[in-house]
């Protein structure tokens, strides 16, 4: 059974930075691609950002672009966000997301496993 449980969610105001966390649990971690959803209240989860297995591949949606940065430390089964001039539209939940390969980690119909997410609210 594979857990993964964020960490690192909360109120920041326009501008300021957050750094989201996810470990792994249950199974090999560094083989798997990893990555980050949202889910802003009243819209439909998106695609955030993932990397590869390797950490040497990143993909970002085109709204956290130059923003967000996504890493990975496999020997702590972690994945990092680090999220820099936040704006009152990155608020959501965001879901940390584990797939077989960087191409369906990235379509939500295709991960293998989710967290339960973690609360990031950006006030103007």
């Known amino acids: 059974q594979v857990e993964l449980v964020e960490s690192g969610g909360g109120l920041v105001q326009a501008g300021g930075s957050l750094r989201l966390s996810c470990v792994a649990s249950g199974r090999t971690f560094s083989t798997d691609a990893m990555g980050w959803f949202r889910q802003a209240p009243g819209k439909e989860r998106e695609f955030v950002t993932a990397i590869t297995w390797t950490g040497l591949n990143t993909y970002y949606a085109d709204s956290v672009k130059g923003r967000f940065t996504i890493s990975r430390d496999n020997a702590k089964n972690t994945v990092y966000l680090q999220m820099n001039n936040l704006k009152p539209e990155d608020t959501a939940v965001y879901y940390c997301?584990?797939?077989?390969?960087?191409?369906?980690?990235?379509?939500?119909?295709?991960?293998?496993?989710w967290g339960k997410g973690t609360l990031v609210t950006v006030s103007s």
């Open positions: 997301a584990e797939g077989r390969n960087i191409w369906s980690v990235r379509i939500s119909s295709e991960v293998a496993y």
